[in-house]
């Protein structure tokens, strides 16, 4: 059975719904939709966002209003939902929803920014090795693990427009792609370099300069499988033609 993943932060769910966000997911039609930074409370959303048609659907908001916050829109209903690591540190931001399915864990994360602060980099670092100490524990009792969302962060020069210009900046320092390294090393595929291997695909661009216009822009949305799912792996894209965020929507499909 093949099953379609879509991971989008739409930064803010009432704002991109009046820019076609549920069009798009009625013609695409994914079985899983996992959005990152809703910017909303459940109960500040109009029906149609809360129960989409044809979906079951979750939320995690952040205690601060109009502040972070995901969504998991799936046609199956999950065995369990946990909503958070299990620790307030990180889960009064509302950056988390684990869902358990048959055949795999999923992690639909919205990752912390490192830019504002010495401070907000560490906590970025912190929420880094606790979503890896929990992936490999998933891994360790045999389950197959899918974490997908806003890593915050390019890992390779290939994977951002100006590499150098950007080598001191949060989201593409050294101790932050080196959390991508150990997540690789742990036993995790970057689905979308499975099947792309040049540079020139970004999906996060800034609105202000008019960068995704002259594709200046950053890889920082992924698809990461555990190895033996990724042998499952059928295909991953950037949907770059896809407007209404300053992220585009990232892909993958499975053959389970």
Not at 53 to 72: H, I, M, P, Q, T
Not at 137 to 152: E, F, H, P, S, T
Not at 161 to 181: H, Q, T, Y
Not at 210 to 226: C, T
């Amino acid at each position: 059975m093949r099953k379609r993943l879509v991971s989008w932060n739409v930064n803010g769910i009432r704002a991109v719904h009046k820019k076609g966000f549920l069009d798009f997911v009625r013609g695409y039609n994914p079985d899983i939709l996992c959005i990152q930074e809703t910017r909303a409370h459940e109960d500040q959303l109009p029906s149609e966002l809360r129960h989409p048609d044809g979906y079951f659907s979750c939320f995690s908001s952040a205690e601060k209003r109009g502040y972070s916050g995901v969504a998991l829109y799936t046609k199956d209903e999950p065995e369990s939902v946990r909503f958070g690591f299990g620790t307030d540190k990180f889960d009064t931001e509302g950056r988390i929803i684990i869902a358990d399915y048959p055949d795999f864990s999923l992690f639909d994360i919205y990752f912390p920014n490192g830019k504002s602060s010495a401070e907000r980099l560490e906590f970025k670092l912190d929420f880094y090795s606790e979503c890896l100490r929990q992936a490999e524990k998933l891994l360790a009792d045999g389950r197959n693990v899918i974490i997908c969302g806003d890593v915050n962060t390019a890992h390779k020069e290939i994977d951002l427009a100006r590499p150098k210009a950007n080598g001191k900046v949060s989201g593409f320092l050294p101790v932050e792609r080196a959390w991508i390294d150990k997540l690789l090393d742990a036993g995790f595929v970057d689905s979308f370099r499975m099947f792309t291997k040049e540079g020139g695909y970004y999906s996060w661009y800034d609105l202000k300069s008019h960068a995704r216009e002259r594709n200046v822009g950053w890889r920082i949305d992924y698809f990461f499988v555990s190895e033996e799912l990724a042998e499952s792996v059928v295909s991953a894209e950037i949907l770059a033609h896809i407007y209404g965020s300053d992220h585009c929507p990232v892909t993958l499909e499975i053959e389970l």
